[in-house]
């Protein structure tokens, strides 16, 4: 059994995550005294104007819809033909995909879970009176918040695994068959190990050790609350660290390996290697950058986590800015799928193309059984009269 590169990598990813999330729930409870958390009451205000507010709002209800309507259809689209049209979609039926579904599940939960309380206190300004319904939403947009920064991460690792394995020599359709991590139903089992890590990630915070969730009355409405010293958690901190430092080291190894193998290959076999090459080079990088984009801003300002440097003091201005950026990481996955993946991009079509058939069909059936009542009544008003 060889151990490759990429199998280093992936077990000092896995050593890293483990380590963090024992120093996380470890660090709490040594030396230091648990800060008192002043809460604020739910009737005080979001203090923003009323131009920025329309345009936080009208970002809100874009990225709901595009979220919303977008990570629906990737869990519904990619399954149906997997199921329906396995042959012709086999690229879709390797495991990698079982993460992607993973992170669309992640995507729409968010939007469903955070958007509606967005929006809603916007036009109302004010928090939720039961503080907990404010402490439910907190912690599980929270909680799913992280599963999706893992979730990116994962599929990079997962990635990289299809497309530098030495025993099937790179990318193959076979390789779930023997991929110790990723391999099998072992993939469903990382799923729920995300959501694990993910949740011990901000259980200091859950617990109420290092934070609260409740009312903040900036753009983010019912969120962590910390200490006014700053927030002490640094498992989220470090999490996303870990994360950011391993899918650039996956992807640089992918990168690495397929433009090496280019040179191997000739002729027609060189054209088709080349368009996968940039399917799978240029959704994994889209997908990387876009987890930068949109939530290093946030980390930067140290808003609502702990950072090594003094956090910055931010205008609630600034904070919906920041916010309205950061919200458009659960709606641009389903368009990079789109503008990236052929063949994301035709299962798409081809379960639209079905279903609307079988709309077309349904109602075809009923204009038919529809004109047959007709006749029958008629014949029988004409036989009585």
């Known amino acids: 059994m060889s151990f490759s590169v990429v199998d280093s990598f992936t077990v000092l990813y896995l050593l890293s995550l483990l380590l963090m999330v024992i120093i996380t729930n470890i660090k709490p409870h040594i030396g230091q005294e648990t800060a008192e958390i002043e809460t604020i009451h739910h009737t005080r205000e979001i203090d923003l104007q009323e131009e920025l507010m329309v345009g936080v709002v009208t970002n809100q209800f874009i990225v709901f819809i595009i979220g919303g309507l977008g990570n629906l259809l990737t869990l519904v689209a990619i399954p149906y033909v997997r199921k ?200 994994l990088l889209l997908l990387i950058v876009a987890y930068l984009v949109f939530l290093l801003p946030v980390v930067a300002v140290g808003w609502g986590l702990w950072t090594p440097w003094r956090a910055s003091s931010i205008s609630p201005t600034v904070k919906a800015v920041l916010a309205s950026t950061y919200w458009w990481l659960y709606g641009v996955n389903f368009i990079i799928y789109l503008a990236t993946s052929y063949r994301i991009r035709k299962a798409y079509g081809r379960f639209l193309r079905d279903v609307w058939r079988k709309i077309r069909k349904r109602s075809r059936d009923v204009k038919d059984n529809l004109d047959s009542s007709i006749i029958f009544w008629i014949g029988l008003r004409n036989l009585n009269g």
């Open 84 to 283: 329906v049209y396995g042959a012709e979609f086999s690229l879709l039926k390797l495991n990698s995909v079982v993460l992607i579904l993973h992170l669309s599940f992640a995507d729409l939960l968010y939007c469903v879970l955070g958007f509606p309380h967005f929006i809603q206190i916007y036009f109302s300004r004010t928090g939720p009176e039961d503080d907990r319904l404010c402490y439910a939403l907190g912690m599980l947009r929270n909680l799913v918040a992280y599963v999706d920064f893992n979730t990116i991460a994962m599929i990079s690792c997962c990635v990289a695994r299809q497309n530098l394995c030495r025993e099937c020599e790179g990318a193959s359709l076979g390789h779930d068959g023997h991929d110790r991590l990723f391999g099998g139903k072992r993939v469903y089992m990382v799923c729920v190990a995300i959501w694990a890590v993910s949740f011990a990630t901000i259980l200091p915070d859950v617990t109420g050790t290092t934070g609260i969730y409740s009312w903040t009355a900036v753009a983010y409405g019912c969120d962590t609350l910390c200490p006014d010293n700053g927030c002490a958690n640094i498992g989220p901190f470090i999490s996303i660290c870990i994360n950011v430092f391993f899918m650039i080291i996956f992807y640089a190894a992918l990168i690495h390996r397929l433009w090496v193998k280019r040179k191997t290959v000739f002729g027609r076999e060189a054209l088709e290697f080349w368009n996968l090459l940039k399917s799978i080079t240029l959704t």
